[in-house]
């Protein structure tokens, strides 16, 4: 199978700090994948490096085959991205976010327009298409992050905590449509410190600590070793 990602010897430091130390990591094509390990364990400079926003300091990182670097183009349109925060613009109607997103990835607007209809209706938000980003309620921000992600039709969807402060409907909602999205084929990266969260989903996790991979194994496996 191919690899989805390729992560060797991967690392980052800012000043003194060791953000990433020599990570080494392969997640197959078409797995749903999970980065496990507290907050400050390098989990979000991994996907920032991935994503082009902070240069990696040493090690290579392939998306597909891509250089997130060298091939930052071809990388980066591979990648739908779910981040922890909310970078939206909070001004505009949530369907037109959708469409200047897809748009900026080289969608035409016609077919944009149809994509962005379909992830709304996916992640349960089409009817607040014409409602503006900030007028939604939490959970309802959750999801079009999601539907943002989704506009492009990426190989590899990343979502960092998704359901981090959401109730348990909601995370079990989001849940069904990640799982969902993987079913059809496409590569899920999920980073979380929830244990239960992993061993639902992921078919293996990660456990990154202080920069460094610790191990990586099935949900099972870990949870007979913990």
Known sequence: MDAA???RDLRKS??????????????????????LGP?????TTLIKILVGLVRKTGGDARVFGHDVETDYREAR??????????????????????????????VPLDQARDRADEVLKRVGIYDKRDTRFDWLSGGMKRRFVLARA???????LILDEPTAGVDVQLRHEL?????????????????THYIEEA?????????????????????????RRG
């Open 5 to 7: 990602l390729e992560l």
């Open 14 to 35: 800012y000043g003194d700090v060791q953000a990433l130390d020599g990570v080494d990591l392969t997640v197959p094509a078409g797995s749903f994948f999970g980065l």
């Open 39 to 43: 907050n400050g364990a390098g989990k």
């Open 77 to 106: 349109d591979r990648i739908g991205l779910a981040p922890q925060e909310f970078n939206v613009d909070q001004f505009f109607p949530i369907r037109e976010v959708l469409e200047h997103k897809a748009g900026y990835h080289g």
């Open 150 to 156: 989704l506009i492009t039709e990426p190989d590899l």
């Open 175 to 191: 849940w069904e449509t990640i799982v969902d999205l993987n079913q059809r084929g496409t590569t899920i990266l999920l980073t």
């Open 199 to 223: 061993e639902r989903l992921c078919d293996e996790v990660a456990i990154l600590d202080s920069g460094r991979v610790l191990d990586v194994a099935s949900p099972e496996e870990l949870m």
